[in-house]
């Protein structure tokens, strides 16, 4: 799952090197209009809708992956 999410940030932003640890803001240095786009694309990917107020929460790769967890979506 860790390559899918590094796929789609790529696609986003064009930076690789993605770890569980990175911060979407101090390490990839995303905007707030970059991690919207980034949302809108897991929304398409994966079929569904992230609230803006679950999206507060995710600074990390970690965090992407963990609300992906919790929610029962899969990269399939």
Known sequence: MLELVSNIIYSITGKKDIT???DLVKDLELTSFDIMNLICAFEERFDTTIPTR???NIHYVSDILE???KRG???S
């Open 73 to 75: 979506i899969t990269d």
């Open 54 to 56: 679950d999206v507060w």
């Open 20 to 22: 569980l640890d990175t």
């Open 67 to 69: 609300y992906m967890r």
